[in-house]
């Protein structure tokens, strides 16, 4: 009897104070969760924000606009040197962006950014950078900016969705910086995906765009919508005023799309690489015929596993990682083809030994020179934009369509390419006898009057 009363006061100690020997199961389950983490109230919402918002952004923009008044011209020849100049105004603009690379590449809305002559970037966490913008695709409304950060600076990204990996009713977020405050985050439902594929150089609208009840505020354009894996699925864009409850934003696929052409060897280091890589898998979309990729066998289904000798985590440090070793040698790039494994060493080259005036004069029998401020008063052209035709070889396919020395080329293929290069590029991928779709402006003389007529033509290319 007395030992069975010791066996029950020994017992019942170890329940009021405990034995001081953890159990196996009940160690395991407190560790690696705090009492925090394991509340209720955290959610996979809430562990979503906490590991996306450090990686967005509020983009703050300053834009000079010079004008002058309607009685600008007036005043000046009657004033003549003692005249004042044109005049300066400051508009001031916010939005949002969302960091893509740790060392400070960044995406956003191009409409953000459009015209901004400085542009800062502040950070979740109170640190702020000047930026500028890298590239931009005014089409899909997107833009790559990168901050003058330190470049020994490791900063928090967010990774890309799979194309297409949406479910209509899921629940998403809509995350903001835009006021600099720490951040704006709204909650709704993918109502509608993009209703079609966005047709080649035609801005995007709310037929392209994701659709959410999630809450769009005031400058949070350019940031992130997420799922709740965390991944980025969309950039918002709008809000539809008219109705409550309408939200917008670009589809990650589209945002890839924008990235696999803009955000490039070309346009980082005007180095002609010929393929264009998708952001997601790397995979080889496109390869450009006898183009440097082509030339060392790259072929579009390849997907890259490695640049410049080694691993990559994401698509910019594949792109900058081929820039970066370009500019010393050939590039060696690690492919899977199928479920077979290479080494492809690709020469890039500086797009300014193809795509020149010589390409343009060899397609077509005529020099263009980009009109300029000096040219254009020169040529007596009001315009602020095109190509002046400067040279017209007799017999070539420009003098067979009747182009004229002095006329103004307004668009190629609908396209109104920034630099002889550009206009290169559009010519070079063309065949011999295939057409180029060519708007001319052309100026007209009767007694003191001018009269500007404009049309098209097209040049069969040589």
């Known amino acids: ?103 400070g590449y960044l995406l956003t809305n191009n409409h953000v950014t459009r015209r901004a ?51 209509l009713g899921e629940t998403v977020l809509a995350l903001g910086n835009p006021f600099g405050l720490g951040g704006s985050v709204s909650k709704g439902i993918l109502s509608s995906k993009n209703r079609r594929p966005a047709a080649d150089g035609e801005p995007m609208e709310i037929a392209d765009w994701l659709q959410t009840d999630a809450a769009i505020n005031p400058g949070s354009s350019g940031g992130p919508l997420i799922n709740l894996d965390a991944e980025l699925i969309g950039l918002n864009v709008a809000v539809y005023s008219e109705r409550q409850g309408i939200g917008f934003a670009v589809p990650v696929s589209r945002v890839k799309e924008s990235l696999s052409e803009i955000f490039t060897p070309e346009t980082l280091g005007s180095l002609w690489f010929g393929a264009r890589i998708m952001p997601s898998g790397f995979e080889v979309a496109e390869v450009k015929e006898a183009s440097p990729a082509a030339d060392a066998g790259l072929e579009k289904g390849d997907v890259i596993t490695g640049g410049g ?25 690690q492919i899977r083809r199928g479920s077979e494994s290479m080494v492809l060493n690709v020469g890039l080259k500086p797009e300014s030994e193809v795509f020149n005036s ?28 095109g190509f002046v035709i400067t040279d017209v070889e007799e017999g070539g396919p420009s003098d067979q369509v009747g182009l004229k020395r002095g006329f103004l080329i307004q668009s190629v293929d ?44 097209e040049v069969k290319v040589r």
């Open 309 to 333: 000798g080694k691993d990559v985590s994401n698509y910019v440090g594949l792109i900058m990682e081929i820039v970066k070793t370009a500019k010393t040698g050939p590039v060696e790039l």
């Open 1 to 103: 009897m007395k030992n069975e009363a010791s066996v029950f006061l020994a017992g019942l100690l170890v329940l009021l104070f405990g034995s001081g020997i953890e159990s196996p199961c009940l160690a395991n389950t407190s560790s690696g969760m705090s009492g925090e983490d394991s509340s209720p109230r955290v959610d996979a919402s809430v562990r979503a924000v906490r590991k996306v918002l450090p990686s967005v952004v509020n983009i703050g923009t300053k834009r000079i606009v010079y004008y002058r008044d309607p009685f600008a011209e007036l005043w000046r020849d009657f004033w003549g040197r003692y005249y004042g100049q044109s005049r300066a105004e400051t508009q001031y603009s916010i939005g949002s962006g969302v960091i893509i690379s740790e060392d």
């Open 414 to 457: 609908g396209k109104k390419p920034e630099s002889l290069v550009e206009a290169a590029k559009i010519l070079y991928g063309k065949e011999s006898g295939e057409p180029v779709k060519l708007r001319i402006a052309v100026k007209s003389q009767d007694g003191p009057f001018v009269a500007v007529r404009s049309g098209t033509t």
């Open 117 to 167: 002559n400085q542009i800062w970037v502040k950070l979740n966490d109170g640190r702020t950078f000047e930026a500028e913008v890298v590239a931009n695709d005014p089409a899909g409304d997107v833009a790559v900016l990168k901050t003058k950060a330190d470049d020994t600076e490791k900063l928090p990204w967010l990774e890309f969705a799979e194309n297409g990996d949406l479910y």
């Open 358 to 385: 010589e390409l343009i004069w060899e397609k077509t029998g005529a020099h263009w020179q980009l009109l300029n401020s000096e040219l254009a008063e020169a040529l007596g052209w009001s315009a602020d934009y």
